[in-house]
């Protein structure tokens, strides 16, 4: 048997080629494998941690710790919508507008308030009135929250905030009085 030197070339070739084949073969099995691990490992990791919170918050509302919404206050009917449910001869005094305030704080707490209340419609000497004394109720609302701070004003609560207001600027009202007093806005920026 004669095996001439360009027989061994091709076996050799051919040798190159199989093992050049197997290196790629075990590069990828192992770079697969080594994937295989990290996806695992994450896939694992985000299950975890997603049945950790689901869990947690379970217990939470289990145990009575949680309590959504209580820090939410009850909005106010928007005028417009007070307006249509009013009976006839009644408005809505909405020219008082956004009012920034600040609280007692140290550093100062900024506060926005947009009070509104109703009125007899027809009574225009007590519109008049309303008009001519924005600016008087607008320093009484001012006033009345720079004398507290946050933590007291919300320990007050909207409801008792707005019957002091009420009675503070009915004080300064001649021809007539407002019954109640709303909040279209009630905001503490910090």
Not at 3 to 29: H, V, W
Not at 80 to 93: N, T, W
Request: aromatic fraction near 12%; proline fraction near 4%; hydrophobic fraction near 40%.
């Amino acid at each position: 048997m004669n095996i001439s030197f360009r027989d061994y070339l091709d076996i050799f070739k051919d040798f190159l080629e199989i093992l050049q084949q197997k290196l790629a073969y075990i590069r990828i099995s192992v770079y697969n494998q080594g994937m295989d691990r990290f996806r695992h490992i994450c896939f694992f990791t985000v299950i975890g941690a997603a049945l950790i919170i689901i869990f947690g918050t379970a217990i939470a509302f289990v145990s009575g710790r949680a309590k959504p919404g209580t820090a939410l206050r009850k909005k106010d009917p928007a005028p417009e919508i007070l307006e249509k449910k009013m009976q006839p001869g009644r408005a809505v005094f909405t020219h008082i507008g956004t009012i920034r305030c600040v609280t007692s704080d140290t550093p100062a707490v900024p506060l926005v308030i947009t009070p509104y209340f109703r009125y007899a419609a027809d009574d225009a000497a007590f519109y008049e009135e309303l008009t001519q004394k924005v600016r008087k109720m607008r320093l009484i609302i001012g006033d009345y929250t720079a004398q507290y701070t946050r933590e007291k004003l919300l320990e007050k609560g909207e409801e008792k905030i707005k019957k002091d207001l009420t009675d503070l600027i009915n004080r300064e009202l001649v021809l007539g009085k407002i019954e109640t007093l709303y909040f279209s806005d009630y905001i503490f920026f910090e």
